[in-house]
């Protein structure tokens, strides 16, 4: 998966190289040709590849957690390198969360510290005030919207 910002020349792209999972960082990434080598390589532990969420405003990234319902959160985000553990760790609840339910996709609305997260049963949770929250969150709103979801984006106008 891959995720930049409006406003930001960068890009982070997670992807597994030679069955390692990484997060690539390009710097000025409007300079980016397809050959051009990473500004920067980190091996967040334990998460996944799957759409990744960038706050740029707060230079803070969520990665979805191979766990089936956590979010991974790591702050600097712009910096790190290495292998690197998440600042902090948000578990979903929901009522009604299933054993069977995992985070599908993150999308971020940073104007409004919001983290929309879909499910893979079919729920689109709602997180306001995400940047600094951590542990066991309920959704501020959430609803079904289909049998499953699979990919979120965020517009603003």
Do not use: C
Not at 18 to 45: C, I, M, W
Not at 93 to 117: M, R
């Amino acid at each position: 998966g891959l995720t930049g910002a409006t406003g930001s020349d960068r890009l982070f792209v997670a992807a597994t190289i030679n069955t390692v999972r990484k997060v690539l960082v390009y710097d000025q990434a409007h300079l980016a040709d397809g050959a051009q080598a990473p500004s920067r390589v980190f091996e967040p532990q334990g998460f996944s590849t799957l759409s990744p969420a960038l706050d740029a405003q707060r230079d803070i990234l969520y990665l979805r957690a191979q766990a089936a319902a956590a979010i991974h959160v790591y702050t600097s985000a712009s910096t790190r390198e290495g292998v690197v553990t998440p600042d902090r760790t948000i578990i979903v609840s929901f009522p009604g969360i299933t054993v069977g339910d995992w985070v599908t996709s993150l999308a971020v609305a940073p104007e409004n510290d919001l983290l929309f997260v879909g499910m893979v049963l079919g729920q689109l949770l709602v997180y306001r005030d995400i940047s600094m929250r951590q542990g066991t969150v309920t959704p501020t709103q959430y609803e079904r919207v289909d049998t499953n979801l699979f990919a979120l984006g965020v517009f603003a106008q």
